[in-house]
């Protein structure tokens, strides 16, 4: 038998680094960090634990500051899971669409551990006026500089997210991946994990969480990272949150010949935001018709 070729990464863009996942590889639902995806807006920091602190302020009792240890010393929470970018797929997009063309690898899943981001905001006490926690991470620059849709200067990398998710069991501040430390690309020295929600929500390299009384409208919420939702007669801006409910296949790839009459193992993946998948169904033709079958999961 042929050796399988070592999958190899998906350079998207050089400057900031963006790598995509060769998703036709897939071969375990969890994700080795060496082949994990990159999404960088800005070039990744590079942060020294023994400098670094996290400091949270804004709408609570006592603005904190801890470093890297004190987080660590804290009751750990590990789970696993999934994080896509929600620029997944746009190369399929007729007509193209502008951005990143990530084909279907801007998507992996791996065991995360941390503490819980409530427990860290219990630490400072939030004031009952809270309405969103802002993560802030430590890389930044300018954005579109010469569009209408330019940064004012250069900004962070900055999302905020509802109180009720900032307080779920599903969003940890993590410092460990795949079960060892958070390597640079992904976050090091702590990253949000938002389980269930789009990856724009997943900061990486945090330095502050501010509590904010009023929503956040920054550049990654407003002008990035949003949609239209007509409701009440006019369309306003949401900001992205969960991850929509998806199947992709890996093998066989688009355009493969298949020998007619001889089973063929359909391998892949599917995932969603809040809620548990059951059962994938797929459809084959034969270009007169489509015949519906189901997947069992593994
Ligand atoms: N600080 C910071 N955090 C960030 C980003 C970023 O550019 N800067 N990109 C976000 C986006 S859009 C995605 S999809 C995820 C990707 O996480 P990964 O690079 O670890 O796969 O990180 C998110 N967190
Ligand atoms: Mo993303």
Known sequence: MPTPERPSLIVRQKSPQNIEFPFASLSDWLIPTELFFVRNHFASPDLDARDWRL?????????????LDSIKAMRSTTFTAVVECAGNGRVYYEPPKEGL?????????APWTGVLLREILEMAGVKRTAREVLLVGADSGVVDANKKTASPGPIAFARSLPLEKAMAHSTILAYSMNEEALTRDHGYPLRAVVGGWFGMAWVKWITHITVV???????????DY????????????VPLAEMEVKAQIARPVQGAHLIAGQPYRIFGAAWSGEAVIRQVQVCTGDGRGWREGRLLET
Not at 231 to 237: A, I, K, T, V
Request: charged share 25%; proline share 7%; glycine share 14%.
């Open 226 to 237: 949003f949609r239209w939702e007509r409701s009440l007669g006019e369309p306003r801006l």
């Open 101 to 109: 063309q990530w084909q279907n690898g801007a998507v992996g899943n």
């Open 213 to 223: 009384e009023q929503p956040f409208l920054g550049y990654w919420q407003a002008r």
């Open 55 to 67: 400091r949270v302020g804004g709408a609570v009792e006592r603005p904190i500051e801890l470093d």
